[in-house]
């Protein structure tokens, strides 16, 4: 069992910068491949980026490339996503999730979820 905890978000103005985190508790964490997703009023939840279990490869949708960044420190069983220059349409519910496989832009391949952090970025 693995237990997600999002943190990092908050109400920013475009242009700015944050970094997400998702702390993990429970087993084998770093056994796990890591997925960012994103959920805006009243659109479904999307994939934003995967990071595998040991960090070495990173996964992202197109329309993110070049301003967000996923990362982990295994030994502090956390994963981040970097956002840099924060438009107005980032503005959504971020939720971390794990799994077994990578890349994985589904949902449902995903295991365990976190609660969610909202990012609101005002213009």
């Known amino acids: 069992q693995v237990q997600l905890v999002e943190s990092g978000g908050g109400l920013v103005q475009a242009g700015d910068s944050l970094r997400l985190a998702c702390a993990a508790s429970?087993?084998?964490?770093?056994?796990?491949?890591v997925g960012w997703f994103r959920q805006a009023p009243g659109n479904e939840r999307e994939f934003v980026a995967a990071?595998?279990?040991?960090?070495?490869?990173?996964y992202y949708v197109d329309s993110v490339k070049g301003r967000f960044t996923i990362s982990r420190d295994n030994a502090k069983n956390t994963v981040y996503l970097q956002i840099n220059s924060l438009k107005t349409e980032d503005t959504a519910v971020y939720y971390c999730?794990?799994?077994?496989?990578?890349?994985?832009?589904?949902?449902?391949?995903?295991?365990?979820w976190g609660q969610g952090t909202q990012v609101t970025v005002s213009s």
């Open positions: 990071i595998i279990w040991s960090g070495t490869s990173t």
């Open positions: 429970g087993r084998a964490f770093s056994n796990y491949a």
């Open positions: 999730a794990a799994g077994r496989d990578y890349p994985n832009t589904l949902q449902d391949k995903y295991d365990y």
